[in-house]
């Protein structure tokens, strides 16, 4: 989703998907941050609206390449979490109690939830981050960004990997009226009878109640029907690319959406950025969101192509916009089987553990012992900016997509 996963917008709006997506800005180019940018954190540029999504992002990143984060990493982010479970974006006084001014949200405490099982030893902070998941469910079984917000389908999605990761069974955390998270997807997907969108979800029904295919909702969805959180491994399943009738079953949701994403891909190799003004312009994180959804869908069959352009085309991309897109890319490459330490020759490991405190450990060679190299001067030290989005209402944010771009 792009705040899923695609990994963040800029100031802009939205989820994981397009993760700090095509209007990221160098370091030199941004803003001076707005506060102080904690030493645990990953990335330079202010947190204010995407500090917990980056630092979980990157942290699920390097479990699946066996990196464990610094220590003081870890703390930061489980510093972030309010007494009542939630998270918000980011919190500049983590020793200051949460109040009604501190406005938490479904994506960065379902994150933080994926993120402190990946490090371990943090089953007091994932239980109460579940916990709150669990109160503010809506009705229709989904979740909005904001609690009792209208539910959307990158936020059910993050959500429904939190919990598959904290060992719950998505499909039996039920609201009230008896509706999982699978229910609301069911119900924001689009049938196989609507033509190239058969198939795709839609981020929330438009004022009229229609349905509009949105490639960053249809990702997240794919991997929250799956279970498999940010980081899904690479999948079995038939050979089978037609949308079928059966689109209401989490199954039915995952290979449908994966068609329908693949459908897309096959066009141009890359999903086109939906930003007013840059209709023409590849969204580099959204891609990468739908060649890990498709892949963990339906396996890698079609997603060879769409990796190899990512490979080719998206280095610079994540260089800029910092550890949220290098998770991104590092999430598609461990979906499709590839070696995230080589990218079309960058070491993405060794990228993203530099935009943050040297790991505890890893086996890329970025030791802390390393890293003082690098300090000291005999070696390069660098920094990447991170990007994330503003959500329109409130706090806004939700990265790796969690905006309403339409595709």
Known sequence: MNIRRSAALVAATVVIGAAAAPVAAADSASPSPKVVVPSGLYGTTDPTYDGVWRQSLAFVAQDTVGVRPAGKAV????????????????????????????????NSTAAAVQALVAVGGRDGEVAKGVAWLKKNQNADGGWGYNPGGASDANSTSVVLGALAAADEKPADVTSGPGKSGIDALAALALPCSEGKSGGALAYQPDKKGELTANADATAAGVLGALGTGFAPGKGTAPDAYTCEKDGKSAEGLAHNGAVYLQNQLSTHLYLKSQLAGAEDQPDYGNTADAVT?????????YTKDPYAWLEKNAQAWAEQSGPAAYAQLVFAAHATGNDPRDFGGTDLVKALNKTGPAPASASSGDSDEDKKKDDDGSGVSWWIVGVMFIAAVGVGI???GRKKKQS
């Open 75 to 106: 703390d930061w982010l489980a510093g972030q979490q309010c007494e009542d479970g939630g998270f918000a974006a980011f919190r500049a006084e983590p020793g200051k109690a949460c109040d009604k001014k501190t406005v938490v949200d479904s």
């Open 293 to 301: 959804a498709v892949a963990a869908a339906e396996g890698i069959k």
């Open 398 to 400: 939700m990265l790796s």
